[in-house]
């Protein structure tokens, strides 16, 4: 089992070297320069454009570059920002990542927590009025694209109603004295429309996952000799077929951990939700190599852990998987 | 033994509704249509039947693990289709259930000793400290080992885990047991063992089985007494011996005919019935079996009106033709 781990671990870290250097290539590829931004905002003179290449190092040998830049991931160093110079890659990330985690947490827990029961619900009552229904309100949900919904939200709950606020985390005008409890209140208050909107658009897929893994396993026979031994209800359901239905969440929980923190491009922007998201379309668009390098690495990095829990877990639950 | 049968069931009825909706046309399908027999204590019944006649929701029915559409079940003095689920709960410890596939009949996450134990804990059968003793009894009385307890199901072989299953089943110390197919997926060899093991613990424990099979192979050796069944209806009802050597109804002789050594078998040419039993949404008007009976006298009665079961010996069959001096 130990041999088992170490191996998982060393391909997580051989694939995670690969896809750093295809992200290095890529960028380097791809057309745009990372300077154009800020020429094209001031007056920037040739000699100065030099200086400001050789500062970034983007006047030497691409091999050069790259192997500056694995010397420094390899001790955390992830290079310097320049749409934010002079601000250290990590530090920028490192920032960014609570809020992203906080906001993507909250989605996953209502996800694992209220569509896995939805799912269990609409099984144990499959055909019947209830199930159709929460069929179509969900698949509904998931045909909707994230930023339209993110749109129409705003427009109900705070240009129409004033109920919610718009955009930001926190309400800038919220002294940094005031008690802990406004301060939550006002967190949770800028939290729900995000949590909704992606809460509304991911909801369906949990629902239908464990919705399918829990009719597969309600058909088995274990499953009726649990009822015939006399068990309640609730003991069969969540002791015997749900503990045998979860597999499959478990995996899906591993595909979606990297959404805790890369959150949601769209709706982090729209809600200008200080998140790693947001984070990610600022360096698009101002094409920092190094920030947009730095994303795609933490979102590599955290794709490969996802799936290595997801694997570890299926090791820890999963007699028959332990045999193998 | 006590005059009252220890099960009663009478004009039982199981119809499933399906469709409906977006789906166009609701579908009623029509398992069971008005069965009705009684097992005594200590008794072996076989229900026997291809697949779609109906014998397996027979089986889950009168445990309620599906409800009925109506009929009766009177259990030890008490009417199992009338009571609360609660109440119900309670009876479950006098009727357990061994199942076919053994690959499906244990929970793969649940170690061979928690599921056997499972069952003494919600009844309260032993007080906890014996707990373990007694899944260690349990195991060597299905002919396990006690250390066998520890391991996961994935680990037995299908024989060894249809003992779990029964191990598991005798846990909560049942009168009655229905075994359903409980030894159709396994190898002949094996087979016997397992037959042979639900003799020994009938003859030790007294038990009551319904013993579900297929063809009559299998039932020559356990049951006392067998019923044939067909698209939800009894064909033929009798004592084991007496329907291996003189079959009455048609559907029953082409049964026994396909036993591969019997005699029936080696006195009169092997009976194959033509087509498939007609859909379970579609039952005939008259004789369910008309449209595939061989009998040299069908004729328009057949399949106009539905013959009743009526005594013929020490038989009762259904058919309008059946005598008793044919076999």
Redesign the interface.
Known sequence: MIRWLLRRLAQAVATFLVVTLLLFLLMRVAPGDPLARLVDQRRVSPEELSLLRARFGLDQPIGQQLGQFLQGVSSGDLGVSIAHYPDQVSTLLWTRLGPSVLLGGTVLLINFTLGVWLGVFQAERRGSRWDRWLTRLSLTGYSVPSFWLALILVAIFSLHWHWLPATQMTDPLLSGSAPLATKAIDLVRHLILPVLTLSLVSLASAMRYQRTAMLEVLRLDFVRAAAARGLTPGQVRWRHAWRNALFPMLTLLGLWIPFLVTGSVFVEAIFNWPGIGALAAEAILGRDYPLLQGTAMLAAAVVLLGNLLADVGHLLLDPRVRAT | MSTEPLLEVQDLVKHYQSG???SGTRQTTYAVNGVSFSINAGETLALVGESGSGKTTVG?TI?R?QEPTSGSARFLGTDLFDMPRSAL??L??R???I???PY???????TVGSSVA??LE??RIVPRADITSRVHALLEEVGLDPDDAKK?P??FSGGQRQRI?IA??LA?EPHFLVCDEPVSALDVSVQAQILNLLLDLQRDRGLTYLFIAHDLAVVRHIAHRTIVMYLGYIVEEGTTDLLLTTPRHPYTQALLSAVPDSEAAQVADRIILPGDPPSPSAIPHGCPFASRCFHPEKDQRCRSERPVLRTLGQSQVACHYATEEEA
């Open positions: 409906g909706w977006l889950r445990l693990l709960r309670k479950r410890r009727m357990q259930i199942f076919q596939d499906s009949t244990l929970d793969p996450r649940m499972e069952g919600i009844h996961y994935h680990e299953g598991r089943a909560v």
